[in-house]
């Protein structure tokens, strides 16, 4: 596919604010009928078993009140509004049906012992029926991400990283961007500025022991060497929470962490 990239200037800047006017941003519903489908967590494959890796499994959970969710309004954006069947939440906290969370990144914190290459097959976000997807993606520094445009609607995607490259490329139908992130990162917030409810988020880690929680919020970490290390779980909304784990050569662990509303 021919990378297309295509820097906002003047033109697009008037055609965004004219988009942005006609949309009426916000609101909606609170009681949402449905979500966005999403494809399984965007992550890095991780690095071949080495002798005596162990494993770090379990799932995120949910206690409490949750927080409320709306329905996407997509105000005049009818292209977008067509392109789902009905009704959509927003996905920024997502709540399983077994009380569990969805796209909660569980990671390592820190440096675990040695350096690692990063992949080089990419992985792809993508912007489908005006919303991102997945809605979040983790990768290794030096791993390629591709932004891809899917939608028959004029997007742009742009990324603001502490350190290194911030992006903001438009995309027509059909073409896509692609960022090498080259410092690590944790909750990189990616938007569409021209669809303000488009919101995603990207993390960037400095190793490959990392996961996104999928649809049951469950998550597996492969191939970590034994020790005691921490582990953690991010979500964008809800902040952290933390675990003391010791593991030894090919264990398989099991743990749950868990947010309160």
């Avoid at 991780?46 to 770090?56: C, E, L, N, R, V």
């Avoid at 669809?195 to 049951?216: C, K, Q, R, S």
């Avoid at 979500?235 to 090919?250: D, K, N, P, S």
């Amino acid at each position: 596919m021919k990378i297309i990239k295509r820097h906002l200037g003047g033109s697009f800047t008037l055609l965004m604010a004219i988009s942005i006017f006609l949309v009426n941003c916000g609101g909606g519903n609170d009681n949402p009928t449905s979500r966005p489908p999403q494809p399984p967590p965007a992550s890095t494959k991780q690095s071949p078993a080495k002798t005596g890796g162990a494993t770090i499994s379990g799932k995120v959970n949910f206690t409490g009140t949750p927080p409320r969710q709306r329905t996407i309004n997509f105000g005049a954006e009818l292209q977008c509004a067509k392109l789902h069947p009905g009704k959509v939440k927003n996905d920024r906290v997502v709540i399983n049906e077994n009380n569990t969370l969805m796209w909660t990144l569980v990671h390592i914190v820190g440096v675990v012992g040695e350096n690692f290459d990063p992949p080089t097959e990419q992985i792809t976000m993508d912007q489908v029926g005006c919303i991102f997807t997945p809605h979040a993606a983790a990768v290794m520094v030096g791993q390629p991400v591709e932004f891809r445009n899917s939608d028959p609607v004029l997007h742009n995607v742009r990324g603001t990283v502490e350190k290194g490259k911030s992006f903001n490329v438009a995309k027509q139908k059909g073409e896509n961007y692609i960022h090498t992130f080259k410092s690590s990162q944790i909750g990189i917030p990616v938007k569409c500025d021209v669809h303000p409810w488009m919101l995603g988020v990207v993390h960037v880690l400095p190793h490959p022991f990392f996961a996104i929680t999928d649809e049951n919020g469950s998550f597996k970490i492969e191939n970590v060497p034994p020790g005691s290390y921490k582990v953690e779980a991010w979500h964008e909304r809800l902040g952290t929470q933390q675990l003391e784990v010791t593991i030894q050569a090919g264990e398989t662990k099991n743990i749950d962490l868990t947010f309160a509303g």
